[in-house]
């Protein structure tokens, strides 16, 4: 049973370009959480999906930063016009369930920098 | 504002003692907490959790301690081994269905010394 599974794992964009960031779930978690780290710092909640459904985007910034989870394929997380400070570890989580309870698990996170 | 907290960024422990790795939290509406290891480009995996009803939980070498008055929560590592080596986050989430949003602590990097 293959584990929450990320791409790409490093993603290097320029000012002003998109960054689009991929999240498999585990098999059979229909549930999927969007985190992000800066450096130096914890993890920070961003979205939280279920199948084709926004249940909380309470820390997703206001602009540039949408994300989906379509009935068919991976949650997406895309990034609009990036900038320097977008520059960071993105890690997705999923669950069978909701809550990030004992039977959720993290991806190994993607890679972000902005030049 | 911080609301989970983990002075300590990093602890270096002889292999076979303890390790305890210590945070504070200043939300009172938090009743769930949970600790994560986080190995060098890989994602935080789950270790151990604690109901707000309970001050102890145990699993293997791993046991939480909750004190609710004092808005502190502890990771007792024992005995430490080297694949202990890692950083610690502790999390925490407010209500039964509030635990999707977990909130975080900085982390503490834990080394054993072999």
């Known amino acids: 049973n293959a584990g929450v599974m990320q791409n790409p794992r490093h993603l290097v964009r320029r000012r002003g370009q998109e960054a689009r960031l991929r999240c498999s779930p585990m098999k059979g978690h229909s549930h999927v959480y969007w985190y992000r780290q800066l450096p130096e710092e914890g993890l920070k909640f961003m979205v939280y999906l279920q199948k084709e459904n926004i249940i909380d985007e309470s820390g997703m910034p206001k602009e ?52 | 504002d911080q609301q989970v907290k983990q002075n300590s960024p990093s602890l270096s422990v002889q292999e076979g003692r ?6 504070d939290y200043t939300n009172s509406m938090f009743d769930y907490f949970l600790w994560y290891k986080k190995y060098p480009a890989e994602g935080p995996t789950f270790l151990i959790s604690i109901s707000s009803i309970k ?18 929560l502890s990771l007792h590592i024992v005995p430490s081994q080297p694949g202990d080596s890692a950083v610690y986050f502790c999390a925490a989430s407010a209500g039964y269905f509030g635990n999707e949003k977990l909130t975080f602590g900085t982390g503490t990097r834990l080394t054993i010394i072999p």
Not at chain 1, 80 to 96: E, H, K, L, N, W
């Open chain 2, 55 to 72: 001050d102890k939980n145990e699993d293997g070498r791993f046991t939480v301690f909750l004190n609710k008055s004092a808005k502190h």
């Open chain 1, 64 to 115: 540039r930063f949408s994300a989906e989870f379509p009935k068919e394929g991976p949650s997406i997380l895309r990034i609009q016009q990036v900038v320097r400070g977008d520059s960071a570890a993105y890690f997705c989580a999923s669950s069978p369930s909701r809550g990030m309870n004992t039977e959720a698990f993290f991806g190994q996170g993607t890679r972000l920098t902005v030049v």
């Open chain 2, 18 to 23: 303890i390790s305890i790795l210590n945070c």
